[in-house]
């Protein structure tokens, strides 16, 4: 049918197996989902985001995810506490089906500990892990 | 897994495939969103030969299916199709089928995850009846072709004058040059009609239909799309709000119960639940919350469990939140407010009038 419409995956990312990533920006990080997870759900209907100032361990759930067909829960890929949140993304999920790496962002964590994103996926190893 | 005569129809076109009872199937193509609207606006194309189909045959084939059906087929025309309960003598549900009076044979169309029970059920009720039944399930493809358009779709493929053929009512005729069994029926809250092929000619149906098909915007539809078009027509599905624990009074299909017409095996269960009236009903809820109520949570009423739901989703058409749930007949009164439990958070839901999405011109 239609090839999906997305924008390239970055080289530059870390990765949870649970299809999060991390762009690294000196103490902070933007996160979000990947291109395998938004089309793996496909049709999205909602999106909960957690507030600013908000902290999280590693592997806790931030938000979740929803489609027609079910619901995914988003997992923090390090510890940190939320500095800013895409606070415009649940009211447009196109933008996140669109532009997952992108426009799609979903927080911007203060790092507890920066060496912890360095024990995430780089990019190969997540591409293999997406297509088993 | 079993594969329908279209399965390579569908892996060809990219589908994301799934196991539905047994059989591989199409589970989305473009999405479920997107093939939703289409049948709504334009048409959509179904692969359902999945669902079972059998033949009744033999001078006692009219008297069986009566004696085990709760619906009146004794004034059924030829080519008239009928919905219809098969229940347990408790009144539980076995299956909801669609019956057809055809020449030689009666007709039934039952669902895939119950073909097996429902082969049973009538070979277990032959005796002294004079027929019998044939599962013919692998030998025809079942294609629907729903929606607005679908008319103009199949109009094109046919010498049969299709406006002819009313709301549940099958004609044979040819589609593409093969022989067919054009049924206007369907499971969406759309015009439309199903389609009965041989197995080996539902590829160029198929194919003919995409291909007349393109000038009118039609997309092949999967499972995804398929449940969420039932559910806004607020049309059961076995398993969810059919069962052995539910009777058809109860689930608001009284319309295909006739209990004083006609004479069937669970009659006189239904007859006492009708004069007692159903303890719950099936209602229609319309959430205020973006998220979804999803099969089995809980239905609140101040803060006390009194229901599941059977089936909930997103409805692409209505823009909203829907579930259908079995509620204490006390509170299936349109406009009741009552709560979903979704995991810990108690959303306010509201029962509206069933159906959620009727077509304007039905």
Excluded at chain 2, 341 to 351: F, K, S, T
């Amino acid at each position: 049918m239609n090839p999906p419409k997305r924008s390239p995956r970055p080289e530059n990312l870390r990765y949870r197996e649970t299809h999060e990533w991390l762009r690294v920006e000196g103490a902070e990080a933007v996160v979000g989902i990947t291109d395998f997870a938004v089309e793996h759900l496909s049709d999205l209907v909602h999106l909960q985001l957690p507030r600013t100032g908000a902290r999280f361990r590693a592997g806790e759930v931030f938000g979740e995810v929803e489609s027609v067909k079910a619901v995914s829960e988003l997992y923090a890929p390090v510890d940190g506490e939320v500095m800013a949140v895409n606070g415009e993304l649940p009211d447009d999920l196109d933008r996140l089906a669109r532009d997952p790496f992108g426009e799609g962002w979903m927080v911007r964590l203060r790092m507890a500990d920066p060496a912890q994103a360095r024990s995430l996926l780089g990019a190969s190893d997540y591409e293999s892990h997406a297509r088993e | 897994m079993l594969q329908t005569a279209l399965h390579e129809v569908h892996v060809a076109a990219g589908a994301q495939m799934v196991d539905f009872n047994g059989w591989h199937m199409p589970m989305r193509y473009s999405g479920i969103k997107d093939e939703h609207l289409r049948v709504r606006q334009a048409v959509g194309l179904f692969d359902l030969g999945h669902m079972g189909r059998l033949e009744v045959r033999g001078p006692g084939r009219e008297a069986l299916v009566r004696s085990l059906v709760t619906n009146d087929l004794s004034d059924m025309a030829q080519g008239q199709a009928r919905y219809a309960l098969l229940c347990r003598e408790d009144g539980g549900v076995l299956d909801d089928l669609v019956v057809y009076r055809l020449e030689e044979i009666v007709f039934v169309v039952c669902n895939a995850s119950n073909r097996e029970r429902v082969v049973d059920w009538f070979c277990g009720h032959l005796s002294g009846q004079r027929a019998w039944v044939e599962d013919r399930t692998l030998d025809f493809a079942m294609i629907a072709v729903q929606g607005p358009r679908a008319l103009a779709t199949l109009g094109a493929l046919t010498a049969t004058d299709l406006g002819d053929i009313g709301y549940y009512h099958a004609r044979r005729g040819q589609v593409a040059g093969h022989g067919a069994l054009i049924s206007r029926t369907g499971y969406t809250g759309e015009d439309g009609f199903e389609l009965y092929v041989d197995a080996p000619s539902a590829r160029l149906v198929w194919d003919a239909l995409m291909e007349g098909g393109s000038a009118h915007g039609v997309l092949p539809v999967g499972l995804g799309a398929r449940d969420t078009l039932r559910l806004e027509a607020a049309m059961p599905l076995y398993g969810h709000e059919l069962g052995l624990e539910v009777d058809p009074l109860s689930a608001g299909l009284g319309f295909a119960v006739k209990l004083d017409s006609s004479e069937f095996l669970g009659r006189e269960a239904l007859r006492r639940i009708r004069s007692a009236g159903p303890a719950r009903r099936l209602v229609c809820l319309v959430l205020d919350s973006k998220r979804v109520a999803r099969e089995g949570f809980v239905v609140l009423h101040e803060g006390q469990a009194v229901g599941r739901v059977t089936s909930g989703t997103h409805g692409p058409t209505l823009e909203r939140n829907i579930a259908m749930a079995y509620v204490p007949s006390g509170l299936a009164r349109v406009g009741t407010r009552l709560q979903v439990d979704i995991r810990g958070e108690a959303v306010g839901v509201q029962v509206v009038k069933r159906p959620f999405y009727k077509r304007e011109s039905a």
